[in-house]
């Protein structure tokens, strides 16, 4: 017998070294699943993967390499012959950015995915979830969304990216029917392990309103911006559906149950992951200052160009076919998110 053969079916988490990938390895590790994660450490550090060790007492196999390159994913498959499924969260991820720097966001977020779904057909790998958005929805003229939702037309190249994704899955799927694979739309994952190990470090100033907040919170920053308080809500600052970050993970090893139980109805289905709930910016900065008790200073300012005034999700097919819901309050997740920084920063 092969020495590969005595191994156990493992689960490729690609981008399992960043925020979204690190808690979802920790909860398919703390479900018995075996993990080899790929990440090129662009946005992320090796660290992490002690991290993840701490929390759950197994080290996760580790290759660095960009999924951009087809040999090296080609060569990655030929050593890990037992991957069984797939995770693909490593994309880049910064709206602005992919304004600026278009084809890189192209390149990289088509790319990896389409040597990925090569792959499987090459190496007869059949399942995979995909990390999507909700930006897919663009502000859409009801809420909140439910998956038939329209999409609309994409804010920014990096939105376009996961529309396009989205795309190359479903007719990729429609060619290949021995192939299963899930899409997840995110909505605004925030938070961090209770373990205070891994959450959210962004490199240099946060774009994201809750990494804004702790680190302006920690004396990083002198004042968090407010972007724009005219908007259609009731306090007039743009809505969100905040997801805290282990809820999310735990959508993705749900999801990993439904390809390989074979529980799916159709081989390429797409599911909203968010709370239900809408949060103005507003609510969120007064909830994080009650239940942290810090100072934080803020002010208004104009609109930030791209925003969307509000959206949250309809949850109610995810949570019937996944049988998954989010489970931690805001409150709660507001402050795994500080019990983090503080950590990251050495405070007490
Ligand atoms: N915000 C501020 N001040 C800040 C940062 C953000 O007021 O310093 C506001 C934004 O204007 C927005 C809300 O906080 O109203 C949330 O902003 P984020 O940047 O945290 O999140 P977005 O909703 O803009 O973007 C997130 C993800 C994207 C994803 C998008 C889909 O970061 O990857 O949701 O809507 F595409």
């Not at 030929?78 to 910064?94: G, L, M, P, R, T």
């Not at 804010?155 to 795309?167: H, L, Q, R, V």
């Not at 799927?173 to 899930?182: D, G, H, S, T």
């Amino acid at each position: 017998m092969k020495k590969t053969e005595l191994m156990a079916k493992q689960i490729l988490v690609t981008g399992g070294t960043g925020y979204i990938g690190s808690h979802t390895v920790v909860e398919l590790q703390n479900q018995g699943f075996e993990v080899v994660i790929v990440d090129n450490l662009s946005n992320s550090q090796i660290e992490v993967l002690d991290n993840i060790e701490k929390i759950t007492g197994i080290r996760p196999a580790f290759e660095q390499f960009d999924l951009a390159e087809r040999d090296k994913t080609d060569g990655f498959f030929q050593k890990y012959s037992n991957v069984e499924a797939i995770i693909h969260f490593a994309a880049y991820k910064a709206v602005g950015e992919s304004v600026d720097k278009p084809l890189e966001y192209y390149r990289n977020n088509l790319v990896s995915l389409m040597n990925l779904l090569e792959s499987m057909k090459k190496y007869d790998v059949k399942h995979m979830v995909f990390s999507s958005s909700c930006t897919v929805y663009g502000q859409p003229e009801t809420l909140p969304v439910t998956e038939q939702t329209p999409r609309q037309e994409a804010e920014s190249p990096y939105g376009n990216t996961k529309a396009i994704c989205e795309d190359i899955m479903r007719d990729f799927c429609k060619a290949n029917e021995a192939l299963n694979c899930i899409a997840l739309r995110y909505f605004n994952p925030i938070g961090a392990h209770e373990s205070t190990l891994i959450g959210e470090l962004p490199v240099g100033v946060p774009n994201n309103l809750v990494p804004f907040i702790t680190q302006t919170a920690a004396g990083l920053r002198k004042e968090l911006s407010i972007f724009g308080d005219d908007y259609d809500t009731p306090d007039g600052t743009a809505i969100r559906d905040y997801i805290n970050v282990v809820d999310l993970a735990k959508a993705h090893v749900v999801a990993i149950d439904r390809l390989l139980n074979d529980k799916t109805k159709q081989n390429y289905e797409y599911f909203n992951v968010g709370t239900g709930d809408g949060y103005s910016v507003m609510q969120l900065v007064k909830s994080f200052i009650k239940v942290t008790g810090v100072e934080l200073n803020y002010k208004v300012v104009g609109r930030r160009t791209g925003d969307i005034e509000k959206i949250w999700a309809d949850t109610s097919y995810g949570n019937a076919e996944l049988g998954w819901k989010a489970e931690k309050t805001l409150d709660e997740t507001l402050l795994s998110a500080w019990k983090w920084e503080k950590n990251v920063r050495g405070l007490s």
